[in-house]
DNA sequence: GAGTTAATTGTCAGAATTGACAGGTTGTGC
DNA sequence: GCACAACCTGTCAATTCTGACAATTAACTC
């Protein structure tokens, strides 16, 4: 399996190729962020027929999804199943009807809020339960893999702020700030000027691409510089 | 190994008397908080010499210790040896002296930015690599226990906001404000007023015990309130 | 019905932040 | 020597936040 490419066509290729060599015809992975925090930010790629991923948007299934439930819970690999989604009948009976019968999912959290929900699915063949036991290992690494290209090639494009990079005085203004010190509090722990912490402040927003100390200290967060 | 106990001294007990069965006369944790992020909260919990534990304590050890170094980085374990305290020799020479000579060390991070360091040490007979093979799975179950039993003993009396609960509405206000939206914004988003908004506000920082929202928005995404 | 919790709104003064105008210093690498 | 990045400082107006004074309404539990 050859999935470290960078270039995003030859990668979802290989993904695909390689889910139907693990016996699923379907691919499908969602990578979702922590921001913004109101409304975090999601990507949905698969090979799921076009009146699927249209009756999926339409209707809002990702939000009773009972598979992206189960991930944002836990990591564990999940089988699809009658009493699975006995919440959500009206998705279960128009997955059924457009071919997604049996599959298979497993969610990852990786750092900076990022998180990913891998499924693989099929029209026929039940997934037994020999299947699985042979077959697990392969699938937890294959989604391993997966997650890292994909998050690779998405998320530069889907959180621009992860190449940020702050300098020391920035970094260390941004920490004490997001501690909930004042700019006058912070002028004196360090030093200077209360007009020198708020020009990095400024510096820092703007890089952070946002129009305030509140959430550019909720971003140093999410993203780990502080 | 009966480590479900809630009460601080048996569970100590009961630690020291396992890592005595697993062969080390000596167990050590350290459990860092996140916050506050410029000075983050180290409680460390031992049953080395007290004069060993003055001497780390008096030379800020901590800060230069190999093994909490690694611990920040991976979760895989760690041998202590020559080599890893290649840039701190005095403290590998101090600690030799004090009887700590052969070591193994295991992190884990947890929610809500908890992270933990088991240390398990003895001052003779080398640890070898059949030891290790043998006794590594063991050792890894320990380390999760431990770090379980401990956290749920000394986390709520080290950071007693974890236990705050924030009503609907405070939540969905300090989600808006850790997106960066001033009161007035939120009042018009979500059709309330704006001297509402910041009573919610009010009582959010007053429950986290803070003095501004962007303290406030921080605690809230740590804690993993949002 | 009494007590509790959550949500809502009012006013106001003092403090803090934000954005926009710039300009000067220090150290590093080519 | 010169470009460049990082750091530091100045003023000022408009906006926003914080803390302190309360008070009312709705829903739920006992």
Redesign the pocket.
Known sequence: MLLTTKNKEDLLTGLFKSAKLLGFDYFAYGLQLAVPLTAPKVELINNYPDQWQKLYQENNYLLIDPTVMHGTQTTRPVVWSESLFSDSRSLWEDANSNGLKYGWAQSTYGKKGVSGLLTLARSDDPISEAELIKKTPLLVWFTQLAHQGLQDVFLPEMMPQIKT?????????IRW?AD????????VI??????????????V??KLNV??????AVQAVILGII
Do not use: P, Q
């Open positions: 990079t702050l300098t020391s005085r920035e970094t260390e203004i700030t909930g010190k004042t700019s006058y509090e912070i002028s360090i030093g200077i000027g209360e007009r020198t912490v708020n020009f990095h402040l400024n510096n927003m703007k129009t305030n100390k509140t959430a550019a």
